[in-house]
Nanobody, 120 residues
Framework: VQLVESGGGLVQPGGSLRLSCAAS????????MNWYRQAPGKQREWVARISSAGNTNYAESVTGRFTISGDSAKNTVYLQMNSLKPEDTAAYYC???????????????WGQGTLVTVSS
């Protein structure tokens, strides 16, 4: 299973970006997908989650500003980020809880990350 993120870049404070994460490979079922981020010198932190049923959860720091959504037909998850702040600057990673086939247990797979820089 491969995950590829895209959509990062440089944006001014108050601006918006939309990240995408596409999963491919041997996929029987995706149980959930998450976004994490890691700022320079800090530990990786969880940002948002969407389940296969479409239920969503957010870290308190992004609630009301970020929206996670998914397209199950494309095995893709999105993170719409609005009202961006300098403290949102980080490498953003997606992961997926995937069952590759009906007889194999789920595994957790990570993308390589996409960099978001919020600066004037």
């Amino acid at each position: 299973v491969q995950l590829v993120e895209s959509g990062g870049g440089l944006v001014q404070p108050g601006g918006s970006l939309r990240l995408s994460c596409a999963a491919s490979g041997s996929i029987f079922r995706i149980n959930a997908m998450n976004w994490y981020r890691q700022a320079p010198g800090k530990q990786r932190e969880w940002v948002a989650r969407i389940s296969s049923a479409g239920n969503t959860n957010y870290a308190e720091s992004v609630t009301g500003r970020f929206t996670i959504s998914g397209d199950s037909a494309k095995n893709t998850v999105y993170l719409q980020m609005n009202s961006l702040k300098p403290e949102d600057t980080a490498a953003y990673y997606c992961n997926a809880v995937v069952q590759p086939n009906p007889v194999v247990q789920v595994g957790i797979f990570w993308g390589q990350g996409t960099l978001v820089t919020v600066s004037s």
